[in-house]
């Protein structure tokens, strides 16, 4: 059975930074693209962060580029989510997925607030 457990959201004042996890199980790990995702209130779910299997190669959302850096562990199955320089505009309820086999975790939410 597949399991993603996200954690590490919590609330932020802008300008600061936040880790986020994703702990995978029921699949092997290591031979697949992970990526992070993120919807706001109100708006559609967008691709925020993606890290290709061995972590050689990692695109991000314009909107988060220089900011946001996704890594990989693959011995510990666990992606991460380093988010720096937070703004408002971040809130959103972030989620892991594993594009290669559609499997989405539960959610973790971030929420920027001054």
């Known amino acids: 059975q597949v399991r993603l457990v996200e954690s590490g959201g919590g609330v932020v004042q802008p300008g600061g930074s936040l880790r986020l996890s994703c702990e995978a199980s029921g699949f092997t790990f290591n031979t697949y693209t992970m990526s992070w995702y993120r919807q706001a209130l109100g708006k559609e779910r967008e691709l925020v962060a993606v890290?290709?299997?061995?972590?050689?190669?990692?695109d991000y959302a314009p909107s988060v580029k220089g900011r946001f850096t996704i890594s990989r562990d693959d011995v510990k199955s666990t992606v991460y989510l380093q988010m720096n320089n937070l703004q408002h505009e971040d809130t959103a309820v972030y989620y892991c997925?594993?594009?290669?086999?559609?499997?989405w975790g539960q959610g973790t939410q971030v929420t920027v607030s001054s």
């Open positions: 890290i290709s299997r061995g972590g050689g190669s990692t």
């Open positions: 997925m594993v594009p290669g086999g559609g499997y």
